[in-house]
């Protein structure tokens, strides 16, 4: 069976670094907020441009952070209506509920599988503060038409980066420097994973970015005295450790994502299977190679017999989940035809040429 993400093939070459970091994590006897994660946060947002980093449990958090320190800077306030694409991860939606703000969904784009710009510009209301982009599945939205929009009605812009480490706009900016604060997520399978939970706010926001490093602590401003009702959302040391041995590789990872997304481009030929549209001049750092297919399970039935795993990114869309009841009654036509059609297959970076091929070839004898 070709998996979809071999994680064990893919942290082999670290073993060893692992293994001696472990050794000096352990006989360092120091296990929470330590100097690997102030190293990790120097070092990743250098890497995405921004002056802060900060640290989180997990991708989730650091979204649900972020607005807590807008709340605390009074730049929002609890009620305040959050722009966000239909078709986004769930986590996404949890984040602005869980900080009290309101999610207002906006129309999906089938080409982009991004929020419909048209339908965005329609939803602004006195009540929006903040649009939300997802760069879902490792495309950048487009930001400099968010900016537009934001700057124009004095919007936040608080990005969602789970999904793209490491893309670069049109202008060579990095996707975590591209709004006024953006989460990150490490969850194992991210192009940048750790091997457990993790997250991080990137910001050149330097009061936000203070707000938030105490707020995931408690709120402490020093040992045990509280500025803030704040939470327990740290990244391990641990993780921190092991996350910088892989950045130094995550550029050459999204590389090899991306060629093989190129072959599935030039060689996937079957008028069944619609590939995405991409823009040469964005990068697009391939989390996921996603096809549309009308028939979309019967493909991934029978890729599955050809011994293919798949996987569909999302089955349900966040407005038809049980647990977001108050948004049941929404109809998104764009959004809902998305989670019908989707499959994501494998851009795992250790994929063999022989691997790709067979993929490529079922893919191209598929009928229905
Ligand atoms: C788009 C998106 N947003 C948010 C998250 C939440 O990240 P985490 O699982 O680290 O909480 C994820 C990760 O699964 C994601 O893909």
Redesign the pocket.
């Known amino acids: 069976m070709i998996p979809f993400l071999d994680l064990k093939k893919l942290n082999k070459p670290y073993q060893d670094n692992f293994k001696s970091y472990f050794s000096r994590f352990l006989d360092s006897g120091w296990f929470v907020l330590g100097e690997e994660v102030e190293n990790f946060e120097n070092e990743y947002a250098a890497y995405c441009g921004t002056t802060h980093c900060i640290g989180t449990a ?6 649900r952070i972020i607005f807590e320190g807008y709340k605390i800077l009074g730049k929002i306030k609890a009620g305040d209506h959050v722009l966000v694409a239909s078709n ?2 769930i ?2 939606i949890l ?1 602005i509920k869980q900080a009290g703000l309101i999610p207002i969904l906006v129309e999906a784009s089938l080409e982009t599988f991004n929020f419909d710009l048209e339908d965005l510009k329609r939803k602004i209301t006195s009540q929006t503060k903040v649009i939300l982009p ?3 599945y490792g495309l950048l939205a487009d930001m400099d038409r968010v900016s537009d929009f934001a700057k124009a009605n004095q919007l936040l812009i608080v990005s ?1 980066c ?2 793209s480490h490491g893309a670069r706009d049109k202008h060579g900016n990095r996707s975590g420097s591209l709004a006024h604060a953006a ?1 990150h ?3 194992p ?2 192009n940048l994973g750790a091997l457990g ?3 991080a706010v990137t910001t050149s926001d330097e009061q936000l970015a203070k707000i938030i490093s105490q707020y995931r602590n408690y709120g402490f401003r020093k040992r045990y005295v509280a500025q803030y009702a704040g939470v327990n959302s740290r990244l391990d040391e641990l993780q921190a450790g092991f996350l910088r041995i892989k950045l130094k590789d995550l550029d050459a990872l999204n590389q090899k994502r991306k060629a093989i997304a190129m072959r599935y481009f030039s060689e996937i030929d079957n008028e069944h299977i619609i590939l995405s549209k991409y823009n040469e001049k964005e990068d697009h750092v391939f ?1 996921l190679f996603v096809v549309r297919c009308k028939h979309r399970d019967l493909l991934q039935e029978y890729l599955s017999k050809r011994k293919i795993t798949t996987i569909i990114h999302y089955p349900v869309p966040p407005h038809k989940q049980e647990a977001l009841s108050e948004l049941n009654g929404l109809s998104f036509p764009v959004c809902e035809q998305i989670h019908d059609e989707v499959l994501s297959i494998s851009t795992d970076p250790n994929l063999t040429q022989a691997e790709v091929s067979t993929i490529i070839n079922a893919l191209k004898e598929f009928t229905c």
């Open positions: 997990n991708g989730l958090d650091a979204l986004t991860y986590a996404t984040a997802t760069h879902l969602d789970a999904q989460a997520s490490f969850y399978t991210k939970d993790g997250g989390h």
